[in-house]
């Protein structure tokens, strides 16, 4: 049984669309003169030359990005977790061994390759929070371009540049382990 729904008849002005019309230039022309006095503040942001970056909350999450120690060692174990937490399935980790005779040997892995499709990530920050090592964070950045596809998936290079360098312990280097 389909349910009919009545619509409400309309007036001939209505019909015109010229009321419609005229009320929209009214509102736009006060918006414009109120301006114009001062005594309405400023509603579109002209981006890029203004940015948020000092508005932005204390719980803004941006784009994952890798983090090295002070001394330059990576901080990711190749654990996977961030790779099977992510909802999207974002994230692609494949591991590698540290080389035989190295100092830190007997960390057993690291990243061969890690990357990150910044098209699929939905930067919910479950990476962030199940990192081990704390070596992915989500940085105040909102700012995310590329021209194709493929530059808008970020290889382990390019996530340790845009990610820097977080102090603090890291228990992959912990000497007492």
């Known amino acids: 049984m389909a349910i009919v729904v009545k619509r409400p ?7 015109m669309y ?6 929209g230039l009214w509102i736009t022309l006060s918006h414009a003169i109120n301006r114009l006095r001062g005594k309405s503040k400023k509603v ?3 981006y890029p030359e203004e ?3 000092d508005q932005l909350p204390e719980y803004y999450r941006g784009a994952p990005a890798l983090v090295t120690d002070e001394q330059g060692r990576e901080r990711c174990v190749s654990c996977q977790l961030c790779e ?3 909802p999207p399935r974002a994230i692609k980790i494949i591991p590698g061994e540290i080389e035989k005779g190295d100092t830190w040997e007997k960390v057993e892995k690291q990243p061969a390759t890690f990357d990150i499709d910044m098209i699929r990530c ?3 920050g479950m990476c962030e929070e199940v990192c081990p090592e704390q070596a992915i964070y989500l940085r105040k950045d909102y700012v995310i371009t590329g021209e194709s596809r493929e530059e808008m998936v970020h290889d382990k290079d390019k996530l340790y540049e845009i990610g820097g360098v977080r102090v603090g312990l890291v228990n992959k280097w ?4």
């Open 51 to 53: 940015k948020w970056d």
């Open 174 to 177: 912990n000497e007492l382990k």
């Open 84 to 86: 099977f937490i992510c």
């Open 9 to 15: 008849k309309l007036s001939i002005l209505e019909k």
């Open 44 to 46: 579109t942001m002209q």
């Open 122 to 124: 939905i930067y919910c």
């Open 18 to 23: 010229l009321p419609g019309i005229i009320k």
